[in-house]
Every structure is written in C-alpha cells, then in structure tokens.
C-alpha cells in the first residue's frame, strides 16, 4: 500500500518505519524544515514509562497546589477542560489506576521489543544511559505512591525502593538532608536523545529507500473517498499566486501523527478527540560543578519533572501548564511561562543543589496532547483508510515504537500482538 504519514516527529518516523518494514510504501509529510522539531525536541529523556510516571494515577495532581504537585492549571477554564480534569481525576483511586496501567502496559512492553529490534538491527546510538531515580519528598506524598510500587511488584518489574541515606549513598549528587521520604531505582530502565533517535530512524529509512520525506510541507485537509485518500498541502510561504490550484498527494492510506496539529485536521472530518493540551518546559543548562553531577537521571516522582544529563548538559524537563483546548496555538504568557520554569530550576536546587548552571539555562516550550483517561489514541479511526497515533502525553516517548508497530500491523491485516483489551482502550471511538 501507499502510506500517507502527516508528522514527522517521533510518532511520525516510528510510524514509517514499521510502515516500511511491512513492505508498504510510505509519504512522511512534516512541516518544519526537519524532523523532531516540534513537541520531539524538548522531551526530558525518559525513554519508557513506568507506573510512577504516567499522566494519571494516584500522584497525579494529588494536591492542589501547583507549586506541590508540577502541573500549573491555566485560568480561565472552559466547562469541557474542567471535565477533562475531573475524568483524570477518577483515575487516582488505586483500583481504577490499576486497571488502566494494566491496559496500558502491553504497549509499554511491545515498545520496548520493537525499540530493541531497531537498536540491535542497526546499532544505533543516541545517547542511550541506564538508571532511574525516582524520589518522593514528603511521608503523605510517599503514601501516595504505594499503588503505583504494588503495580510494580505485581507485574515484576525490576525496581529497588530505597531509603533516603540510600538514595544518598547511590547517587552522591542526592543529599539527605533535608529530609526527604525515599525513592524508587530503576536500574535497567533508561533516558536518551528522542530528536537524535528520530533523526537516526529517517538516515537509516533515506539509507534504505520506500519512505520519501517531504519537509517544509504543510497538510491543510484530509479527503477521505472510497478506497483511497488524499492530502491537501497548503502553499510553502511566499509561494507564486499564479496558480489556484491546491497540491494534493493520493495514497491508499493516511496516518495523522502530527502532535497537537492532529486534531484541526480531525476535526472537519468529524473526528473530535477529546484531547487536551499540555504546555511543557525543557531547561539545557551547563553543568556548574562536576561532582554535583548525577550519574543517573532523577525524577521527581509527584511533580514528574525528570532531569537527565547528556554529555557536558543537563536536561530539565516538566514544568506542565494544563490549557483549555481553544488556547492551543495562543502564547502562554511570561508570567505563566516564568511559573513554569522555576518549578525546573526550584526542583534542581532541591535534590541536586549546585549541579546546574540554571542562569545559563536555554529554555524550550512544546505543546503535547494529553487524554482524558491517560491513554494515547491509536489504531483506525471514522474510515477505512484514515489511522490516528496521537495523545502519547509526556511519559516516555519510547512508546511511538510501538505504537507505529500496531498501526502497521493493524494496516497490514495482522493482529497486534497486544491484548483485545488494550487495542479497544487505545481506539478513537472509546470517547
């Protein structure tokens, strides 16, 4: 078949390379001048989630005070945002947040074959490091986390719950005092360069042939007739006048992947998701003193901010502005946009004080889209020929591998190698 991919972000080029690999031939169309230039650019590094850090559960806006738990809530709700939190928020009784981990965690698993597949296939290296340390400040906060840590002992997950000195002893940058709960290692768990992996996957498809890049390509509308389908570009800026004529690319199929620019494309087509977004912050900041420096990533576990070093760098990402959907492409505002970033650099200061040069930070804001149940949205959606792989949310962009591999096995005609359950949490039409 001939394959249609609106995004080149990690979605997108996870998307087409498991398209590729089961033979059809594909289309990536992505707007910016490369790929991995949108909301792929700024990911903190977390390469799979675990129950600690999903966008849902017990920890998750447990506390109504941004400063506690990470998420800045915009003013100016609208009725369906104030919805969508309340629907969230059903998902912080243990029972329910364990039965949606339970649908989620096939995807996490068939992600990580899939991602291990292309590493070992192609020897790729984009800054791959082991070790998670997920740390909880306060007794009533750590309390909160115990769903999240007998999730992880039911399905055997290799973790270690430490105590504070520990955490300390572990990770020298982590100091014991003050005081602080404890904290989760995840030793064979791992962050790393989504934009460089992303960029790897498109040299190694240019490098083998079947996907063709369009870059700097804009989709104005998906038409969807019989059999077939087909994109509408919009005109490159400063284009000719001369010709009224709208740019159209024919396929047998289109799979939108194209982040928060998914849903106005949706939308006309009468697929409404009721997806929100997420405004998140990234700090690059130089390392101020070596042997502040972790040599693991830290998470703080309730307010998800996770930082990871790469190189001489390190990577501070969270800081999460919750946005009524109609504000989606309005600018956030300095004063929200400041909030956001001393919730990066307060949490640095706090567990690993003099490690970041957080003057000399460069900041980064990116808009990913978060469901109202936790869950991504995959799988084919209003058309047989129309496919949606969008609301990953910011735990773990290692989930795109998997992702792409069910949308091409669900394209090619094969079962997905994921319980029936988890297929139907995933599917557009489960709102």
């Known amino acids: 078949m001939d394959v249609i991919v609106i995004g080149g972000g990690i979605a997108g080029v996870a998307t087409a390379y498991q398209l590729r690999a089961a033979g059809h031939r594909v289309c990536v169309v992505e707007r910016h001048a490369t790929v991995a230039q949108g909301a792929t650019y700024g990911h903190g590094g977390t390469v799979l989630p675990t129950p600690l850090d999903v966008w849902f559960g017990p920890t998750f806006m447990a506390s109504r005070q941004n400063a506690r738990n990470g998420v800045i809530s915009k003013t100016g709700f609208t009725g369906p945002a104030r919805q969508f939190v309340k629907q969230l928020a059903a998902l912080q009784d243990p029972e329910a947040f364990s039965r949606q981990y339970g649908r989620l965690r096939p995807l996490i698993e068939l992600s990580r074959e899939a991602m291990a597949d292309v590493e070992a296939r192609f020897g790729l290296e984009f800054e791959q490091t082991s070790g998670l340390l997920y740390l909880v400040r306060s007794a009533q906060e750590w309390e909160q986390t115990q769903p999240a840590l007998d999730l992880l002992r039911l399905n055997e997950v290799p973790h270690h719950v430490l105590t504070p000195a520990e955490c300390s002893a572990f990770e020298h940058s982590v100091r014991a005092e003050p005081e602080f709960a404890g904290g989760v290692l995840f030793d064979q768990e791992r962050t790393a360069n989504s934009p460089l992996f992303a960029k790897l996957i498109k040299q190694t498809l240019d490098t083998q042939g079947g996907v063709q890049f369009m870059l700097g390509c804009e ?22 006048s001369r010709s009224r004529e709208v740019d159209v690319i024919h396929a047998d199929a289109v799979v939108v992947a194209a982040g928060h620019g998914s849903l106005a494309l949706l939308d006309p087509l009468g697929l409404r998701l ?46 999460a502005v919750l946005q009524s959907a109609a504000q989606i492409d309005k600018p956030l505002g300095k004063a929200l946009t400041k909030e956001a970033l001393a919730l990066l650099g307060q949490a640095t200061h706090d567990w690993i004080p003099g490690a970041a040069r957080i003057s000399a930070a460069l900041p980064w804001e990116g808009v990913k889209l978060l469901s109202p149940d936790g869950l991504p949205v995959i799988g084919n959606a209003l058309h047989p020929r129309l496919f949606v792989n969008v609301g990953h949310g910011p735990a773990g962009w290692g989930l795109a591998c998997g992702a792409g591999k069910l949308i091409a096995d669900l394209m090619s005609g094969q079962t997905p190698d994921v319980p029936a359950d988890t297929l139907a949490a995933l599917r557009a039409d489960r709102f």
């Open 274 to 319: 009721p997806l929100h977004p997420l405004r998140l912050h990234t700090l690059v900041a130089p390392i101020a003193h070596e042997e502040c420096a972790p040599h693991v990533a830290i998470v703080d576990a309730v307010k998800r901010i996770a930082i990871s070093r790469m190189n001489h760098r390190l990577r501070i990402a969270g800081g």
């Open 219 to 240: 989709v104005s509308a998906i038409r969807l007739e019989g059999q077939r389908a087909s994109v509408e570009l919009a005109p490159r800026p400063g284009a000719s």
